[in-house]
């Protein structure tokens, strides 16, 4: 039988459960804060991909295999169950649950789940079954952020999330937000030769909340097109560790803290997604507590 996921899946759902109660032991004083754990799926499942060859492309520079599209819906479930098992072991709980994804069964079963298992708490439990885009900017536009905080995970499917979205999430002042980020997706769409699709580009926009990553991973090559008629080429530096750092540098011009970035590996060692906190409260006290513990559990997830 398959193991859950794999490595980097099975690295998420430990670092949901570890951050989520050392999270209610620090709030666990705060009486006075409505406390939410959010975890949005950005349109994971939502609709298989046309039969094109545009669809195609787009599979293949998002996920090495179908077994990888296949852990990456996998996980609502048991994040979901991990998050509210700390929640229940604490001896502060979270006031309000809420799943987002925009497949129907996984949806369902969650519901299933919570009723089953979770019946004591099923009416803090909110499963909404839409676009994560759209369902985390109603829960943003509705929250009372003066007297609520919020630990958020994001974990888009490929790129689907805007960084419109992950602004906004940083300008509430009040949510701890980990982001699952598909390095995968962003280097397979990042060609060697500069030559990038219009789609492809507007998604690294998206993505990154800017233009900006073209200079940043491409020069211009010094070997120069001998013909006027013939395009100027590129050199590409787009290791792990410089998409890695430009997202973190990305990240620090929305939040007032950002946390290391741990490297998710398949089976094969190769990298998959970065996972990074970003630290939305301006409180130096609430930054140094909640850098503290997602270092210390993002550097148990880089050892070998």
């Not at 179908?66 to 979901?80: H, K």
């Not at 001896?91 to 994804?101: K, N, P, Q, V």
């Not at 803090?124 to 985390?136: G, Q, W």
């Not at 995968?184 to 580009?201: C, F, H, L, N, T």
């Amino acid at each position: 039988m398959r193991e859950f996921g794999g490595t980097w899946s099975e690295s998420k759902l430990d670092c949901v459960e570890d951050y989520a109660r050392a999270y209610l032991k620090v709030m666990q004083k705060q009486h006075w804060y409505s406390l939410h754990y959010v975890d949005a799926f950005a349109g994971r499942g939502t609709q298989p991909m046309k039969s094109s060859v545009a669809a195609a492309e787009t599979r293949e520079a998002l996920f090495e295999d179908e077994s990888q599209t296949r852990d990456a819906r996998e996980f609502l479930v048991g994040s979901a169950m991990r998050a509210m098992m700390a929640s229940r072991d604490s001896a502060r709980s979270f006031d309000r649950f809420l799943f987002i994804d925009a497949d129907r069964p996984s949806c369902t079963e969650l519901e299933r789940v919570v009723r089953s298992d979770f019946s004591m708490i099923e009416d803090a439990v909110e499963v909404v079954c839409d676009d994560a885009n759209r369902a985390l900017g109603d829960y943003i536009d509705s929250a009372d952020w003066r007297s609520t905080r919020a630990l958020v995970f994001l974990d888009p499917f490929g790129l689907d999330v805007g960084w419109g979205l992950i602004s906004r999430l940083a300008s509430t002042k009040a949510c701890d937000v980990w982001y699952l980020f598909s390095l995968s997706g962003v280097v397979r769409m990042m060609a060697k030769s500069g030559d990038i699709p219009q789609a492809w580009e507007s998604r690294l926009d998206r993505a990154f909340g800017t233009h900006g990553w073209r200079r940043e991973f491409y020069r211009p090559s010094l070997q120069q097109p001998l013909l006027e008629q013939e395009n100027e080429t590129w050199l590409r530096d787009a290791s792990t560790e410089h998409v890695v750092d430009y997202l973190r540098a990305r990240l620090e011009t929305v939040f007032a803290a950002v946390s290391k970035a741990a490297v998710l590996r398949n089976g094969k060692s190769s990298p998959l997604f970065a996972l990074v906190l970003g630290v939305s409260n301006p409180s130096d006290r609430a930054q140094k507590a909640a850098l503290s513990i997602a270092n210390t559990l993002v550097e148990g997830l880089s050892r070998p």
